[in-house]
């Protein structure tokens, strides 16, 4: 599994102290790694469950006592949900939905927390003030005028619908201008004195030089748009436009009874969003770590 | 969408010559980039924000047009006694959820801020839950809360718990499991935030704590706790934010059930306004949630400013 790192460098302390320290905490060390390891048991237990019982078969999912381990190994659950429900239109649509929405917020946000960064012109502030504002306001409380909005556009019952509604966030134009602040602004300074044009200086310099932001508004916006319940949920009213939370959840009514089947769909739908996570997760935490921190 | 970020000091770009046009140009310029967002921002954030104040003072169903009816929707949400539970359970669910998640991610962030071999691994176990799908933790959870022969329960009743809760079958029980799973769920995204929190503390402060004599405990309540507060602060403010909001979860565990025991408030929004498809009165109990969110934000703000002073 990949790892999360978050550690700044150390100062070294000297040797004879360290030692004495080392030596006194080999038991607090242990205590601490059976602290950890109980509590990463707890937490990840639940995912535990729920991939063992998707290899069971249906009435070894309740047993009492708990089978911990599935006996025989159920595949077949593995085929049979293909044919049971649309998982492929599902996992299709949630896919196209998350790579338009991510490239979207990512480019129109870098490129917006550029005017908002490097730029200075009249009303630069109180424009971006709206955008900090609209952050704290829940999405719930807006929805309906929204909702109202895309059905006059034509847009509900559409991808579109949710292509419009997550793309454009605030929140990406924010975290982008967050990092965009900490580059010093005598690089663009620079670049302006060899002549790069404004455009240049975003695609050749800034953005280049934000990698771990790009890469944690990239997992946010990615994931967010997988696991968007709500949004699918008023906007596609089609079968065929459905996303996998939506069909998951149907299949969940539908089937109830099918424990096994159950946590097969669940599965499938965490684990994209699984293999993201660990492919990019090094950039994402020190991301969120600039990010979050500099209130 | 999940938010993470706290306002920064701008740092103002370095002046420029004077010249009106060089300044036009550059307002130019500064438009063309924020434009392609902006235009997507303000017709679908910004604008719906105005509207649903119209809304609010509206009678509007699906049919026919919207007429004003003044303060109506709100004269009705006094004795609208759906509404007062939908109130009453959100801030129900937010006294559990805040302070819970709150001390479970510190106390993890804690425990995480060590140099130990593999700790990296412990963190990304710990931050998993938080992008896994409402859906599927939602369905997960509700079978191991299952009230025969759950795990949760049985575990329970092997402890010697011989009447373990019902769960979310249950109207005393449904809402602290939704608020155990939703803990859960966040911790580890808090955690991160606390974790690069107590990064940021220079190691000289507890060295100094420590040349004075301060032990573990005053050395966490003496340096750790104030060097944390703009840290506590963000998070409490995001924490609340997103209990007020809460909507997910509850929809796919409980359904607002058993009967209105887990209602809350944005439920009641979609409730009246997709359901039921009374725009009007749906948008007048949004203007609540609005107000309650905003008033939240700017009250921890002021003590905030207030304690930095």
């Known amino acids: 599994m990949a790892t999360l790192t978050l550690d700044r460098p150390q100062a070294a302390t000297p040797r004879p102290e360290r030692d004495a320290r080392r030596r006194r905490s080999v038991l607090g060390t242990i205590v601490l790694y059976v602290v950890l390891i109980a509590a990463a048991a707890v937490i990840m237990l639940p995912f535990f469950w729920m991939v063992t019982s998707s290899l069971k078969t ?14 025989p190994v159920v595949w077949s659950n593995y085929v049979d949900i293909w044919a049971k429900s649309d998982m492929s239109t599902w996992l299709r649509n949630t896919l196209i939905l998350s790579v338009t929405v991510t490239f979207l917020q990512v480019f129109t946000g870098s490129f917006a927390a550029y005017g908002f960064s490097k730029m200075r012109f009249p009303g630069r502030d109180v424009l971006f003030l709206a955008y900090i504002g609209t952050i704290a306001v829940p999405w719930q409380a807006y929805m309906i005028p929204q909702f109202i909005l895309m059905s006059r556009f034509g847009l509900s019952n559409t991808l579109w619908a949710i292509i419009a509604l997550q793309a454009f966030g605030a929140f990406g134009v924010f975290l982008m201008k967050q990092y965009y602040d900490s580059i010093p602004e005598e690089l663009s300074e620079a670049a302006r004195i060899d002549g790069l044009s404004e455009y240049s200086i975003w695609r050749r310099i800034v953005l280049p030089l934000s990698g771990p932001a790009v890469a944690t508004l990239t997992l946010l916006t990615f994931v967010n748009t997988w696991n968007d319940y709500l949004g699918p949920l008023i906007y596609l009213r089609d079968r065929d436009l459905w996303t996998i939370q939506i069909g998951l959840k149907t299949f969940v009514s539908q089937y109830n009874a099918e424990y096994a089947l159950i946590m097969t769909g669940s599965v499938l739908s965490v684990l994209p969003i699984a293999i993201i996570f660990m492919l990019g997760q090094r950039y994402f935490v020190q991301g969120i770590a600039t990010a979050g921190l500099k209130g | 969408m999940a938010t993470t970020v706290a306002p920064a000091p701008t740092r103002a770009p370095r002046q420029r010559p ?19 967002n ?62 819970l998640t709150l001390a479970v991610s510190l106390g993890l962030a804690l425990l995480l801020n060590t140099k130990l071999r593999g700790v990296a691994f412990f963190r990304t176990v710990a931050f998993f839950p938080y992008i896994t799908s409402i859906v599927a933790i ?25 009447n373990p809760p019902g769960w979310t079958t249950s109207t005393t029980w449904a809402m602290p499991a939704v608020a155990l799973v939703s803990t859960w769920r966040d911790m580890g995204y808090y955690m991160l935030l606390f974790l690069a929190g107590l990064q940021a503390i220079p190691g000289e402060l507890y060295e100094a704590a420590r040349v004075d004599g301060a ?51 944005s439920q009641y929004i979609y409730r009246k306004g997709f359901e039921e498809q009374q725009f009007g009165y749906a948008s007048a109990v949004a203007i609540v949630l609005f107000v309650i969110c905003i008033t939240v934000t700017v009250f921890q703000f002021l003590i905030n400013k207030r304690r930095d002073r």
């Open chain 1, 58 to 71: 249906n009435n070894q999912v309740f047993t009492v006592p708990i089978q911990w381990f599935p006996d």
């Open chain 2, 18 to 36: 004077p010249g009106s046009r060089l300044k036009l140009r550059n307002t130019f310029i500064g438009w063309t980039f924020i434009l392609p």
């Open chain 2, 38 to 99: 902006f235009i997507g921002f303000a017709v679908l954030t910004l604008v719906p924000v105005l509207i649903l104040f119209y809304l609010a003072f509206t009678s509007w169903n699906v049919f026919g047009a919207a007429e004003w009816v003044g303060l109506e929707n709100f004269q009705d949400l006094i004795t609208d006694r759906t509404f007062h539970t939908a109130l009453r359970n959100t801030g129900y669910y937010a006294l559990m959820h805040i302070p």
């Open chain 2, 138 to 162: 939602a369905v997960v959870w509700n079978m191991l809360f299952s009230p025969e022969t759950g795990p949760v329960n049985q575990f329970l009743m092997a402890l010697g718990i011989d």
């Open chain 2, 215 to 265: 032990n573990k405990i005053q050395r966490f309540w003496n340096v750790t706790v104030p060097s944390l507060r703009p840290t506590t602060f963000f998070v409490t403010v995001m924490l609340t934010i997103a209990s007020f909001k809460i909507f997910d979860l509850i929809l796919v565990m409980t359904d607002g059930g058993p009967g209105t025991a887990t209602l809350v408030l």
